[in-house]
């Protein structure tokens, strides 16, 4: 307190070195450390409530944050180097095992088939969602030019993103049972195929958790695209059309350069996303059939939530922690290497 | 090269209900290899004149023409127009070697020869130290310079420059007239100069167009818009410091015609020839413009330093305002209620209150109708 009334008002300062006894106490008249709406309250609790309002107010924000967020990690850190289960957990009783459930996941099979499924879905997933979201929003902005038309479009295609997982889940579900599923009865009245394809056998499975995600989530990246693209300043275009340059040209060496940053942020959001990918699989698939659309995160899940196998499923999540940490620092770098690049970082 | 022609060009932007006439009526004729400055006061529709003729900006009505072709509806790539922006435009993702060689590259041109020439080009703009960084980095003036490069190192049929000078600094503008001159004179291209400042139009530009309010007032050459201006406000915005001007009337008082201040307090004397125009045209008001050059002040003996030749008239008034400015001074009079400024030479000793004696020579003295405006020639 001493602190603070020392930098404000230097004029209450002086009157109160002269009334001396009460330089040390919160000077009442001065509104810099006494604001008025205090004076309201209970005049006796005034000097508490101006003591503690700050600390409660910062302080229960943190402890909430530590509560979520912080003591799970540490509780997560803790128990994969422990043998705990759901039994040992209730009784107290876990020991220490060392890295023995890291190395259980990582000599597992079924770890290194998910990890491939984890590949497979980064890049024909999330990738492809970035890429195809890049070439819808700026194919809308080049060849619409009605602005209500726009938005139209827009909206239509940002829809399916409204939607729940587990309802987009279950959608796709239905759309395609081989038996008598739209995708299916579509794809045999235009003659595309002569029989059922089994859009959930084994090897087939994990493409159509990776349809459904496309079809769900490629509105993401189209929308942070298309802002992108609209904030770019017209100028600039202007100036490309006198000095002569086509559209192809204007594009590859103007429109996308300038979107780098954007679109890597696209990236890092789907990527991010990715590692936390459940929903769809756990509501399409469960996994199967035989573990054939597992991902790391699926696992973490069922081993953890569902088989009680704590220190196991948090091995995995530090591991699947990891892999994201390196993939997502490395989108980082770029970004700011782009960003230093341009003169704004 | 081209002839370019504007053929009662208009420019309406609309939004909403709003409209704003931009440019009205615009007929403009400039020839092959000919550099024209379009000269006006802020917002009177030079920059939107260019970006018609560049193919930015939809005609309202009216015709552009290209070596007499009609290029209403071709797009800006297919003009050959190369464009100096008022607003830099710059491509920020591209270093300044980039920036200036991109109308090359789009082009086709080899990288090698890409580089040379935008060293070159660099080395005239004094942007040599820069060519690295990028356009985010650099300095309004720098910017401008670049914007003025990348048009400058294309071989266009037209170059449209928009105020490229307007952030530079006054030495180096001197030296970038000069070049720019010099450029214009080695490649012989057609050139249209957009400017508010007259000393950059006058001092490059074979023709100047003058515009106010959407209109184009006058085109002429540096001699024709300072002699004989076509309206007031030509004559107000063409020299430095501005034209006097006087509210006036016929004054016929048997010694011939004259034009008197409607006050009373000053009279000035025309040639016979204006006077016979004026006398034709009957008793209306019409505005008496002199400039401040051409009022010299009388010594002692009567003699007006400057003028020669036996026909000077003299005008009396006391100093108001001594404006000392280096290499001239700026006396400012005052008569009664009128106040009127002289441009004299920097040596000239007057204290404010002295009452002087002024020598006009009455070809010197514009008349314009005070309805119209225009110049009774
Ligand atoms: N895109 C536009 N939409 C609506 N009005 C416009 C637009 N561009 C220009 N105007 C208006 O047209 C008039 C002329 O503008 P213009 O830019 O041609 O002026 P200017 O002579 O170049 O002025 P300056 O010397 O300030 O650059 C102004 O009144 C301006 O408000
Ligand atoms: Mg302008």
């Given at each position: 307190m001493r602190g603070v009334s020392d930098m404000t008002a230097t004029s209450s300062e002086i009157s109160q070195t002269e009334s001396g006894p009460k330089a040390n106490s919160i000077d009442r008249d001065d509104p810099a450390t006494f604001p008025d709406w205090f004076r309201a309250r209970k005049a006796r609790s005034n000097l508490i409530v101006a003591r503690w309002v700050p600390i409660v107010l910062v302080g229960l924000p943190v402890l909430v944050l530590f509560g979520i967020v912080v003591y799970p990690t540490i509780w997560m850190f803790y128990h994969s180097v422990h043998d705990t289960n759901m039994m040992r957990l209730f009784q107290g009783n876990w020991s220490y095992i060392g890295f023995e459930n890291f190395a259980t996941v990582l000599g597992s099979d079924r770890f290194w088939d998910s990890t491939v499924h984890l590949l497979q879905y980064l890049s024909f997933g999330a990738c492809l969602q970035v890429v195809l979201g890049t070439v819808l929003a700026l194919i809308l902005f080049e060849l619409v030019k009605n602005n209500a038309l726009r938005t139209l479009i827009l909206i239509l295609l940002v829809l399916p993103m409204m939607m729940s997982p587990s309802i987009v889940g279950v959608l796709w579900k239905f759309l395609l049972t081989p038996s008598n599923g739209a995708v299916n009865q579509a794809l045999l009245n235009l003659g595309l195929i002569s029989k059922h394809i089994e859009w959930f056998n084994s090897g087939i499975s994990l493409w159509s958790i990776i349809v459904a995600d496309i079809w769900n989530w490629t509105a993401l990246p189209l929308l942070i695209v298309y802002s992108g693209r609209v904030s770019l300043p017209p100028a600039v275009y202007e100036a490309a059309k006198v000095d002569g340059a086509s559209g192809w040209q204007v594009m590859r060496r103007i429109t996308l350069p300038m979107l780098k940053e954007v679109i890597a942020i696209a990236f890092i959001l789907r990527f991010t996303d990715a590692f936390k990918f459940v929903d769809l699989v756990y509501i399409m698939t469960s996994g199967g059939p035989a573990q054939s659309s597992e991902l790391p995160t699926y696992i973490a899940f069922q081993r953890g939530i569902r088989e009680f196998a704590i220190g196991e499923a948090a091995a995995y999540a530090i591991i699947i922690f990891a892999i994201s940490a390196v993939i997502i620092t490395l989108f980082l770098k770029y970004l700011k290497r782009v960003l230093k690049a341009q003169g704004i970082a | 090269?081209?002839?370019?022609?504007?053929?009662?060009?208009?420019?309406?932007?609309?939004?909403?209900?709003?409209?704003?006439?931009?440019?009205?009526?615009?007929?403009?004729?400039?020839?092959?290899?000919?550099?024209?400055?379009?000269?006006?006061?802020?917002?009177?529709?030079?920059?939107?004149?260019?970006?018609?003729?560049?193919?930015?900006?939809?005609?309202?009505?009216?015709?552009?023409?290209?070596?007499?072709?009609?290029?209403?509806?071709?797009?800006?790539?297919?003009?050959?127009?190369?464009?100096?922006?008022?607003?830099?435009?710059?491509?920020?993702?591209?270093?300044?070697?980039?920036?200036?060689?991109?109308?090359?590259?789009?082009?086709?041109?080899?990288?090698?020869?890409?580089?040379?020439?935008?060293?070159?080009?660099?080395?005239?703009?004094?942007?040599?130290?820069?060519?690295?960084?990028?356009?985010?980095?650099?300095?309004?003036?720098?910017?401008?310079?670049?914007?003025?490069?990348?048009?400058?190192?294309?071989?266009?049929?037209?170059?449209?420059?928009?105020?490229?000078?307007?952030?530079?600094?006054?030495?180096?503008?001197?030296?970038?007239?000069?070049?720019?001159?010099?450029?214009?004179?080695?490649?012989?291209?057609?050139?249209?100069?957009?400017?508010?400042?007259?000393?950059?139009?006058?001092?490059?530009?074979?023709?100047?167009?003058?515009?106010?309010?959407?209109?184009?007032?006058?085109?002429?050459?540096?001699?024709?818009?300072?002699?004989?201006?076509?309206?007031?406000?030509?004559?107000?915005?063409?020299?430095?410091?501005?034209?006097?001007?006087?509210?006036?009337?016929?004054?016929?008082?048997?010694?011939?015609?004259?034009?008197?201040?409607?006050?009373?307090?000053?009279?000035?004397?025309?040639?016979?020839?204006?006077?016979?125009?004026?006398?034709?045209?009957?008793?209306?008001?019409?505005?008496?413009?002199?400039?401040?050059?051409?009022?010299?002040?009388?010594?002692?003996?009567?003699?007006?330093?400057?003028?020669?030749?036996?026909?000077?008239?003299?005008?009396?008034?006391?100093?108001?305002?001594?404006?000392?400015?280096?290499?001239?001074?700026?006396?400012?009079?005052?008569?009664?209620?009128?106040?009127?400024?002289?441009?004299?030479?920097?040596?000239?000793?007057?204290?404010?209150?002295?009452?002087?004696?002024?020598?006009?020579?009455?070809e010197d003295v514009m008349v314009f109708d005070a309805q119209t405006e225009a110049l009774i020639d």
């Open positions: - | 090269m081209a002839q370019v022609n504007l053929q009662n060009v208009n420019k309406i932007y609309r939004s909403g209900r709003t409209e704003v006439h931009a440019v009205q009526d615009l007929n403009l004729e400039i020839n092959n290899g000919e550099f024209v400055a379009l000269l006006g006061p802020s917002g009177c529709g030079k920059t939107s004149t260019l970006r018609m003729i560049v193919g930015l900006e939809e005609i309202s009505s009216g015709d552009i023409n290209f070596n007499g072709k009609r290029v209403n509806e071709l797009e800006p790539q297919h003009r050959n127009v190369a464009m100096a922006f008022e607003t830099y435009a710059l491509y920020p993702n591209f270093t300044i070697e980039e920036n200036l060689a991109f109308p090359l590259e789009v082009r086709g041109v080899p990288e090698d020869e890409r580089r040379r020439k935008a060293r070159d080009i660099a080395e005239i703009l004094k942007l040599t130290s820069i060519l690295d960084q990028r356009p985010g980095a650099l300095s309004g003036g720098q910017q401008q310079r670049v914007s003025l490069g990348r048009a400058l190192i294309r071989d266009p049929s037209v170059f449209i420059l928009d105020e490229v000078m307007s952030h530079i600094d006054a030495h180096l503008k001197f030296q970038m007239l000069f070049d720019l001159k010099a450029i214009h004179r080695d490649l012989g291209k057609t050139m249209v100069y957009v400017t508010h400042d007259q000393v950059e139009a006058l001092a490059l530009a074979d023709r100047v167009a003058v515009m106010s309010n959407a209109k184009l007032q006058q085109v002429g050459t540096r001699n024709e818009l300072y002699n004989a201006p076509a309206n007031v406000f030509v004559a107000d915005f063409i020299g430095e410091p501005p034209t006097n001007f006087f509210q006036a009337e016929v004054s016929d008082n048997g010694g011939g015609l004259a034009l008197k201040t409607k006050d009373g307090a000053l009279v000035f004397h025309l040639t016979e020839h204006r006077a016979g125009k004026i006398r034709a045209l009957g008793g209306r008001d019409f505005i008496v413009g002199i400039r401040p050059q051409n009022l010299r002040l009388k010594d002692s003996e009567g003699k007006s330093s400057a003028h020669t030749g036996s026909d000077v008239h003299d005008i009396t008034a006391s100093i108001l305002i001594n404006e000392y400015l280096g290499e001239r001074s700026i006396l400012t009079f005052a008569n009664g209620d009128t106040k009127f400024r002289a441009l004299v030479p920097p040596e000239t000793r007057a204290a404010p209150g002295e009452a002087v004696t002024l020598g006009y020579r009455p």
